[in-house]
């Protein structure tokens, strides 16, 4: 199947803790991006990467480290979970500046 | 940071009725999109509008990008029951490196 895909769904961690989200698409798109959806479903942009360079950085903390290995990947570290941090993030994908195709999600609960 | 306007917050209508939404912003976009996502669910891309006074059909949806460039509604024509779900629009501008602003989204229950 052509599309945006997220591992893991669901991730339950313990504050402190380091995870990874990983990212991928089969789209052809050049641009990929994380996006963050809070408890009152809005959603917000992160990063974005156009060819494995960072374009956005929406002043996230730097214990968000984003990592492209290749076109079709993006992943998403994050350090020393906290709290606050719980909430869905998104992976998606476009072409330059066209409409962005977003992943299933990966919902992250930090306890 | 900057959200869309979207009104209504939430409606409950009856299987089979016509629904309206709109998204209004203070800033002009070159590009207007709507998502609808299902509980669970990455959100899914409905239609897009690239031109401002466009107005597009994707099987009972209509969307139009207003002429201002500050709005955009969509309508959904003789609603089901998958038709549940928030709905959000997106404004876009060229430029920006592809960041995508969204609406506060329209939550949307269908009765039978």
């Known amino acids: 199947d052509t599309a945006v895909s997220q591992t893991p769904k669901y991730l339950v961690t313990q504050m402190g803790n380091d995870k990874s989200i990983k990212c991928e698409q089969n789209?052809?798109?050049?641009?990929m991006y994380w996006y963050k959806q809070d408890s009152k479903k809005f959603l917000k942009i992160m990063f974005s990467y156009n060819n494995k360079e960072l374009i956005i950085n929406e002043t996230v903390p730097n214990r968000f480290s984003p990592k492209s290995p290749d076109k079709a990947h993006l992943n998403l570290h994050i350090n020393s979970l906290e709290l606050g941090d719980s909430a869905v993030y998104f992976c998606a994908s476009s072409t330059g500046e066209m409409a962005q195709y977003f992943g299933p999600g990966t919902r992250l609960t930090v306890l | 940071g900057q959200q869309l306007n979207q009104s209504p917050q939430s409606m409950f209508i009856q299987e089979g009725e016509d629904v309206s939404m709109n998204c209004t912003s203070s800033?002009?976009?070159?590009?207007w999109l709507w998502y609808k996502q299902d509980p669970g669910e990455g959100p899914v891309l409905l239609i897009a509008?690239?031109?401002?006074?466009e107005l597009t059909s994707n099987g009972r949806l209509t969307a139009q990008f207003g002429i201002t460039r500050k709005d955009s509604f969509l309508n959904i024509s003789a609603s089901i029951p998958s038709d549940v779900g928030i709905y959000f629009c997106?404004?876009?501008?060229?430029?920006?490196?592809?960041?995508?602003?969204f609406g506060t989204g329209t939550r949307l229950q269908v009765t039978l």
């Open positions: 509008l690239y031109k401002a006074g």
């Open positions: 789209l052809g798109h050049d641009t």
């Open positions: 997106a404004g876009l501008n060229t430029g920006t490196a592809s960041k995508l602003t």
């Open positions: 800033s002009i976009f070159n590009t």
